[in-house]
Nanobody, 127 residues
């Protein structure tokens, strides 16, 4: 079993930055494709960013391109989401997800393909 614990959320103003972290348990972190998703009130969970096992391949939602950067530290079993130029529409509960036993360069934007989820960290951006 893998546990994912997010942190780094908060209340910020438009234009500010935040860095979210997702710490994972277990010794097989480098075998997981990782991703960040978000869910705003009254909306479905949506894809934000994904990163392959080695970190060499990444993918982003159009809303995140140019502003957000996903990265991972396989020694520290942690995945990050650096968010810059935040907008009020970025307000949501941000959750990380892990998909086990993937190809070395595999990434995915499909929430149904992920095996493990964290509880999430709230990001609120005021205008």
């Amino acid at each position: 079993q893998v546990q994912l614990v997010e942190s780094g959320g908060g209340l910020v103003q438009a234009g500010d930055s935040l860095r979210l972290s997702c710490a994972t348990s277990g010794r097989t972190f480098n075998q997981f494709t990782m991703a960040w998703f978000r869910q705003a009130p009254g909306k479905e969970r949506e894809f934000v960013a994904t990163i392959s096992r080695s970190g060499s391949h990444t993918g982003y939602a159009d809303s995140a391109k140019g502003r957000f950067t996903i990265s991972r530290d396989n020694n520290g079993n942690t995945v990050y989401l650096q968010m810059n130029s935040l907008k009020p529409e970025d307000t949501a509960l941000y959750s990380c997800a892990a998909k086990k036993e993937t190809g070395f360069y595999y990434t995915s934007s499909e929430k149904t393909s992920y095996d493990y989820w964290g509880q999430g960290t709230q990001v609120t951006v005021s205008s």
